[in-house]
């Protein structure tokens, strides 16, 4: 079992950068994948990027592709999505995710432990 809660979202404009964070309750965060998931209003919740343990393996979906980077720090039980030159576009509620694999995958079915939230408004 892990419990997630997710800290850092807020109101930027365009092309500015922010940080999200997720913490990790247990002593065995460093065996889970974690993913980072989005869901605007109206939309369905979409992956964003994806980071296994082991050799810290990434993924990331297109939208996000050189824009955002996901890391981790297992002796702080945190991953961050790092988000740089942030579009309208990417508003939305920002989840992190939690799965006892090595590898991190791109569906949300893929992920039993799910934080709360944070919003990201991205503003023109």
């Known amino acids: 079992q892990v419990q997630l809660v997710e800290s850092g979202g807020g109101l930027v404009q365009a092309g500015d950068s922010l940080r999200v964070s997720c913490t990790a309750s247990g002593r065995t965060f460093r065996r889970y994948a974690m993913g980072w998931f989005r869901q605007a209003p109206g939309k369905e919740r979409e992956f964003v990027a994806g980071?296994?343990?082991?050799?810290?393996?990434?993924r990331y979906s297109d939208s996000v592709k050189g824009r955002f980077t996901i890391s981790r720090d297992n002796a702080r039980n945190t991953v961050y999505l790092q988000m740089n030159s942030l579009k309208v576009e990417d508003t939305a509620v920002y989840y992190c995710a939690a799965r006892e694999s090595i590898v991190a995958v791109p569906t949300t079915s893929g992920y039993p432990y799910w934080g709360q939230g944070t919003q990201v408004s991205v503003s023109s």
């Open positions: 980071i296994g343990w082991g050799d810290g393996s990434t």
